[in-house]
């Protein structure tokens, strides 16, 4: 008679345990991306975004006649830094815990990819870049009320008279599209970048799940966070709800679709893509420092301290 073996149940991700060094890795990571190439790429890509007829030598030269070299880290401190600080801890965060329970559930390394990053970009949005977000826009803002031969208000002062009138909502404005751009953001980049890494695990006759070196790390996140691009208009069109500037013909209490339409009624398609070709070097930048470098730093961080870091990306 012939025996049946039991069948073995299926191996299950790791349930990881919530560190304050995760928090950490994450605030640290995007502290150094703003503070280096960062913010010189987001301030010439929100530059084209808000004046869409700029194209990318217009908005170099209006960026460097508002301050020279400084001005292309406006709006770095304290903004971008509280940005950076807190939107990264929030994405490592959110994004390992949904990986490891999408990947419960049995998706692949590509799905969850996918999963955790949707899911911790729809957290940064709502967690922490709503009062960074309109800080910038003021910024710019200010800028062009300057351009016009107008003296504008300080950042707090203008900031106080949103809040005054407006209230969390008006601070709060274009949060829906901030949200749709970090979760097909960071889905986009995480996802692209573990596929990238299936590929060139086949590409070096590597085993499934086998480790890549440093630069083949960087080499998946790059292409990950460059092809991540494609949904650029929705930028734009957080860059134009936030925007303050008066235009007559821009519809009142702007939604998503509202604004869609009256950019693409106004500059055509082009003009929904303005601003992407600074859009793909900060995405690409942001990608190899959040996942090329996360893995990189987090496995100096265990060599250092002896702890093991729990974060995935």
């Given at each position: 008679?012939s025996?049946?073996?039991?069948?073995?149940?299926?191996q299950k991700?790791?349930k990881?345990?919530?560190?304050?060094?995760?928090?950490?890795?994450?605030?640290?990571?995007?502290?150094f991306?703003?503070?280096?190439?960062?913010?010189?790429?987001e301030?010439?890509?929100?530059t084209?975004?808000?004046?869409?007829?700029d194209g990318?030598?217009?908005?170099?030269?209006?960026?460097?006649?508002?301050?020279?070299?400084?001005?292309?880290?406006?709006?770095?401190?304290?903004?971008?830094?509280?940005?950076?600080?807190?939107?990264?801890?929030?994405?490592?965060f959110?994004?390992?815990?949904?990986?490891?329970?999408?990947?419960?559930?049995?998706?692949?390394?590509?799905?969850?990819?996918?999963?955790?990053?949707?899911?911790?970009?729809v957290?940064?949005a709502?967690?922490?870049?709503?009062?960074?977000t309109?800080?910038?826009?003021?910024?710019?803002?200010?800028?062009?009320?300057?351009?016009?031969?107008i003296?504008?208000?300080?950042?707090i002062?203008?900031?106080s008279?949103?809040?005054?009138?407006?209230?969390?909502?008006?601070?709060?404005?274009?949060?829906?599209a901030?949200?749709?751009?970090?979760?097909?953001?960071w889905?986009?980049?995480?996802g692209?970048?573990?596929l990238?890494?299936q590929?060139?695990?086949?590409?070096?006759?590597?085993?499934?799940?086998?480790?890549?070196?440093?630069?083949?790390k960087?080499l998946?996140?790059?292409?990950?966070?460059g092809?991540?691009?494609?949904n650029?208009?929705?930028e734009?069109i957080?860059?134009?709800m936030?925007?303050?500037?008066?235009?007559?013909?821009?519809p009142?209490?702007?939604t998503?679709g509202?604004?869609?339409?009256?950019i693409?009624?106004?500059?055509?398609?082009?003009?929904?893509?303005?601003?992407?070709?600074?859009?793909?070097?900060l995405?690409?930048w942001?990608?190899?420092?959040?996942?090329?470098?996360?893995d990189?730093?987090k496995?100096?961080?265990?060599?250092l301290?002896?702890?093991?870091?729990?974060?995935?990306?």
């Amino acid at each position: 008679m012939s025996t049946l073996s039991p069948s073995l149940p299926s191996q299950k991700p790791e349930k990881k345990p919530v560190k304050f060094s995760n928090l950490l890795l994450g605030a640290g990571l995007n502290m150094f991306e703003v503070t280096t190439l960062g913010q010189p790429l987001e301030v010439v890509k929100t530059t084209m975004a808000a004046n869409r007829s700029d194209g990318f030598t217009g908005a170099l030269k209006r960026v460097w006649g508002r301050g020279g070299v400084l001005g292309y880290y406006q709006g770095l401190i304290p903004w971008a830094w509280i940005e950076a600080s807190t939107k990264g801890a929030v994405l490592l965060f959110v994004a390992s815990e949904a990986e490891y329970y999408a990947k419960s559930a049995g998706a692949s390394d590509f799905v969850g990819g996918i999963s955790g990053g949707i899911v911790g970009g729809v957290a940064q949005a709502y967690a922490t870049m709503g009062f960074c977000t309109c800080m910038k826009t003021v910024e710019i803002t200010r800028h062009k009320q300057a351009a016009a031969g107008i003296k504008p208000p300080g950042a707090i002062a203008t900031f106080s008279d949103i809040y005054q009138r407006e209230g969390i909502r008006g601070i709060n404005r274009g949060v829906n599209a901030v949200a749709i751009r970090q979760m097909t953001n960071w889905g986009s980049r995480f996802g692209l970048s573990r596929l990238a890494e299936q590929g060139i695990r086949k590409a070096t006759g590597k085993e499934e799940g086998a480790k890549l070196g440093a630069m083949e790390k960087i080499l998946a996140s790059g292409l990950g966070g460059g092809l991540s691009a494609w949904n650029q208009p929705i930028e734009v069109i957080r860059v134009e709800m936030q925007s303050k500037t008066e235009d007559p013909n821009r519809p009142k209490n702007l939604t998503v679709g509202k604004t869609f339409r009256y950019i693409y009624g106004s500059n055509g398609l082009k003009g929904l893509y303005r601003g992407v070709t600074p859009r793909i070097g900060l995405g690409v930048w942001q990608t190899i420092c959040m996942v090329g470098m996360g893995d990189i730093a987090k496995e100096a961080v265990e060599k250092l301290t002896g702890d093991k870091v729990t974060a995935k990306h």
